[in-house]
């Protein structure tokens, strides 16, 4: 059941408020709050509210500052995500908040207004909404400004629409009204037209400002009367444009079904071609060559086979407008224009503006039992309890949360606001207990220790109580590091000389008082040191006057001070250490995303906001190298947005998921663990709790503790999910414990060509291993003979000839049938070519790599095979052009059906399949068996005819992982993580 904050203003209301107070705590709806704020009563007002013991009732007192601040200061204490208003003088029906709550979920909408009674001071009671007839439904502005007495009292409202819109005392007796109207014109205000409340008319003289807005809200009558009569000549001319829309509707999909009737012909046409191809007759190879000929002047270039398969399967899937649009995309990508990088740009098919639309919501994991090498470092933002400078700036309580609560969505999907998950709330970081929470959390979650921004301006500390806190409280064991945050202060948040608050002066004393200032926090026990030295993180150096200067005299100060050596590690900005100039003064230097990130590709959004993509950015993790000598420590971010922030020229990043998060982390711990040793295995994270920024670890209303737990499975070696679709490997060498594993590879070689590609990812393969090759005519066994004789060193080479038939599936069958008994696993390649276009090659070269395309990989397959016994089938991630392609086929299931039938074996098969497309792979013999016992001969395989689809061997090619599962065993998909192609269609 969910919270309601009731909110109720009271100023000298001794005679009714304890009725006022019981009608809510008597409700029907128990979960609430009952948030009363006193605003100045001079009466016993204050008596009859301590009165009543009920847990559920909070008293808060403030001196004479009106009503609307009254119910303001009530929004901002409230902990409920629903908010209704009661008055000292009100009494509500036993039922209100309950029929509200449900009328509330029933019609998805942000607000509930319900009719009330008012009793004026003629002692007659007055209906609002006057009209009793009136329907449930929508509330429009003329609804609002049509009804006089309209009282906040009788909504119950989300509290999300009260972030930005809160009551304005300065309208007096018009407050309610005007806050109404901003309601219904920026949120979806429903009627429930019952009535469940009571109140006394207020007695409030007219101020000027009254006046002012009572002739506002004439003007607006008038104007809405004239709109409805305008909008009833639209309604029928939006009649007549949508018969027009309807008929070009109906127009699409008859080209729709053109174009379908056009790829069955072209696809019957390429099924004549390839037969063609396939023949030996000489009265045949003459109008071949030539449609080769012609074939080759379309699809020759970059690639343009690839371009045009994926278009056409675009216009059937997206139709034609839709392709036009992604096409335009591929062929005119939007210039970065913040750029920091020279390498290649990720060109992706369209602007994707929504973050992911439904992710996984995940409870709480404790990975306590795990240790890892990896000393991940959360940066740690401490803006979460109040301090006078940003009362004094912002107004009296600002923090952080102020912003978060701000946010609010821009654009479809936008994921705005964000709503910290219940067991933390929006916390205060004065309090110790949060600060003992959030190193729990941390903790058990594989997290090293917090880097925490450090706030100094010339000896002027800011935010400085979470540091102080960890200091007084020896016993929360968590490692921290003090970062500079050396950045003016500004309105707009970004550090510039904007409307500055308060300014980094650098003044001449400030290196020596800088470190006697920091002293007391590095000479901790807890404080995190490298070879018993202090760090001390530094984030803008390039912002400082002779930065070399204050460096040194830091190191100086520090000898002086009894510190002694130090080690100082900077933020790459949009420069690196090298190109601000420092790297010869400094120890380290890390990553800060997004900063020093390509931001590319980037699309506009309302408020001249700009996204960027998130998957461009982990797609170009893969090229990243060290370019400099100085040790870089790596970076990475959580799906970033900072809009909360900034009403316009905010940025956010957008097509973030959990895969990709973790997807990046593995990277970084690889490189990690490649150039540093275990005692210097730092990864920074940005960050623990930047929720202004929309990058943070700790839980949510949306995703609960999903994104921490994705991260703590990255750094702990662990597996993104227990059934993962997608297994990436590659990350590290694994050692092959016991005797190794009997292994066969059973290459079919119909193109001796490129017998020096094969050669060339056998050589990943260095355990004994047992080599068959089968192929179509004496003569190319011949060659494969000659080729491998000195260029293969496998255990046995046995090449065998088998008719043109089957395409590789049959001599695979054919060659081991009897013999996979003999091998614990089978891999299972072919020289896989398409002769009109690049595709083959390419699909081929994708699969040898993501089968035996390093020892690395070859090892985890092995492992992964020793560790589980029930993994049946290990086979790379479908090819991106192919995946859409990869269905059953009408005729695919019927001989499916009939050799499952063979084999005895009792598969429901799904409607939609996966299969290891291109028919490479790793397979457990015990695993497939079945297949391999029955009685198989030649004749069981069509000749070669240049058949695509609707024979026997397309029929095996789907069904090995079900023949797995009949046995009683699994599979896993996998990718190397060196793959650069895209990650996703």
């Known amino acids: 059941m969910d919270l309601i904050s009731v909110i109720l203003p009271v100023y000298n209301q001794e005679k009714s408020i304890e009725r006022a107070i019981y009608s809510v705590l008597q409700q029907s709806w128990k979960n609430l709050e009952l948030i009363v704020v006193d605003d100045g009563s001079t009466d016993h007002t204050a008596d009859q509210i301590k009165q009543i013991k009920d847990s559920r009732v909070r008293y808060f007192y403030q001196q004479h500052q009106g009503r609307a601040a009254a119910r303001n200061r009530g929004i901002d204490e409230s ?20 029929k509200q709550m449900v009328c509330l979920e029933e019609t998805k909408a942000d607000a509930v207004q319900c009719a009330c009674t008012c009793r004026g001071q003629n002692g007659i009671p007055e209906r609002v909404p006057s009209d009793k007839e009136k329907p449930d439904g929508p509330v429009q502005s003329m609804d ?93 001319e939006y009649g007549m444009l949508y018969q027009q829309y309807a008929a070009l509707q109906q ?49 020759r270039g970059r690639g343009e086979a690839s371009i045009i398969f994926r278009g056409l399967q675009s216009i059937k899937n997206n139709g034609i407008k839709t392709t036009l649009r992604l096409a335009h995309h591929h062929f005119h990508p939007v210039a970065s224009t913040e750029a920091v990088q020279t390498t290649v740009p990720v060109q992706t098919t369209e602007p994707i503006l929504t973050c992911d639309p439904s992710p996984d919501y995940e409870e709480n994991v404790d ?40 946010g609010r969505p821009r654009y479809e999907g936008h994921d705005q606001p964000r709503i910290p998950h219940d067991d933390f709330g929006y916390y205060d970081l004065s309090d110790v207990e949060t600060v003992k929470k959030q190193v729990k959390l941390a903790k058990s979650h594989g997290i090293y220790g917090f880097a925490i921004y450090y706030y100094w301006f010339s000896g002027h500390r800011l935010l400085e109580k979470p540091l102080d806190l960890l200091l007084e409280h020896k016993e929360i064991d968590m490692p921290f590091m003090a970062v500079w945050a050396n950045e003016n202060w500004t309105r707009t948040w970004d550090g510039l000389a904007n409307d500055v608050l308060i300014r980094q002066n650098y003044a001449k004393k400030d290196p020596k008082n800088f470190i006697s200032d920091i002293k007391k926090y590095i000479e901790d026990e807890r404080y995190i040191r490298v070879d018993g030295k202090p760090v001390i993180g530094l984030y803008a150096p390039d912002d400082i006057p002779d930065v070399k200067h204050v460096l040194k005299r830091w190191r100086k100060e520090a000898q002086a001070q009894g510190i002694g050596d130090i080690l100082i590690w900077v933020c790459m900005g949009d420069s690196s250490a090298a190109a601000m100039g420092v790297a010869e003064c400094v120890d380290a230097q890390y990553e800060f995303p997004p900063r020093g990130k390509r931001h590319m590709p980037n699309w506009p959004v309302p408020d001249n906001g700009i996204v960027y993509d998130y998957k461009a950015l982990v797609e170009e993790e893969h090229r990243f190298t060290a370019t400099e000598t100085l040790p870089t420590y ?19 990043w957008v097509s973030f998921t959990l895969h990709r998060l973790y997807m990046w982390t593995r990277l970084a711990v690889q490189y990690t663990r490649e150039h540093f040793d275990a005692d210097r295995r730092f990864l920074f994270v940005n960050a623990w709790n930047e929720w202004g920024e929309g990058t943070y670890l700790e839980p949510d209303k949306k995703m609960g503790y999903a994104r921490i737990n994705t991260l703590s499975k990255a750094i702990l070696d662990l597996p993104f999910s227990e059934h993962e679709e997608v297994a990436y490997i590659g990350t590290k060498d694994r050692e092959v414990k016991g005797a190794p594993p009997r292994i066969a590879i ?56 088998f008719d043109n038939r089957g395409r590789d599936v049959a001599p695979f069958i054919l060659q081991m049938h009897k013999r996979a008994e003999d091998y614990d696993l089978i891999c299972h390649i072919h020289t896989k070519r398409s002769l009109h276009s690049t595709m083959g090659d390419d699909w081929r070269t994708y699969l040898l790599d993501n089968l035996l395309g390093s020892k690395k990989i070859v090892h985890e397959i092995l492992d992964r095979f020793e560790r ?50 291109g028919d490479m792979l790793w397979m457990r013999t015990k695993a497939v068996e079945k297949l391999f016992r029955l009685n198989w001969c030649e004749k069981d395989f069509p000749p ?39 990650l996703e269609l």
Request: with cysteine; charged share 25%.
């Open 79 to 98: 902990l409920g995500e629903y908010i209704a208003f009661q008055c000292g003088d009100g009494s509500w029906h036993p039922l209100k908040l309950e």
């Open 144 to 236: 609002v400004l049509n009804e006089e007495m309209l009282p906040l009292e009788s909504v119950l409202v989300r509290i999300r629409c009260l972030i930005c819109d809160r009551p304005d005392d300065a309208l007096g007796s018009h407050q309610d009204t005007e806050l109404m109207l901003r309601l219904v014109q920026q949120w979806r205000v429903v009627l429930l037209n019952q009535v469940l409340c009571q109140m006394q008319s207020r007695d409030v003289s007219e101020t000027s400002a009254d006046k002012v807005v009572s002739r506002m809200f004439d003007t607006m009558r008038m104007a809405c009367t004239r709109e409805q009569t305008v909008a009833h000549g639209i309604q029928q």
């Open 251 to 299: 127009q699409c999909r008859n080209a729709e079904q053109q174009y379908l009737d056009a790829t069955d012909k072209f696809n019957s046409a390429m099924g004549m071609y390839q037969s063609v191809i396939a023949s030996d007759s000489w009265k045949m190879t003459k109008p071949v060559r030539k449609m080769s000929d012609a074939f080759r002047v379309c699809f």
């Open 367 to 406: 990975f306590s039992d795990y240790t890892t090498d990896i000393k991940t470092l959360a940066l740690y933002l401490p803006q979460f309890h109040t301090f006078p400078e940003n009362d004094a700036w912002w107004g009296k309580g600002f923090t952080e949360w102020t912003n978060v609560r701000k």
């Open 634 to 652: 790596r970076g990475i971010m959580l799906d970033w947005d900072n809009s909360a922030r900034k009403a316009s020229h905010y940025n956010a």
């Open 746 to 801: 059973q290459a079919h070689v119909f193109y001796p060509e490129l017998m020096d590609q094969v050669q060339q990812y056998l050589k990943n393969i260095d355990l004994p291993y047992d080599l068959y090759v089968s192929t179509t005519t004496v003569e190319k066994k011949k060659a494969i003979m000659a080729y491998a004789r000195n260029r293969i060193h496998a255990n046995k080479l046995v090449v065998e000839v």
């Open 868 to 917: 589980d016994d029930r993994l049946g089938i290990i086979f790379p991630e479908n090819y991106d052009v192919i995946r859409l392609f990869a269905v059953w086929g009408e005729e695919n299931k019927v001989y499916a059906k009939a050799l499952l039938k063979r084999m005895n074996c009792r598969i429901d098969l799904p409607d939609e399949i996966l299969f290891p497309a």
């Open 944 to 982: 070669e005819e240049g058949q695509v689809d609707g024979t026997i061997m397309h029929a095996i090619e789907r069904l090995w992982l079900y023949i797995a599962k009949e046995h009683g065993y699994g599979y896993q998909m996998t990718r190397s993580f060196t793959d650069q192609r895209p």
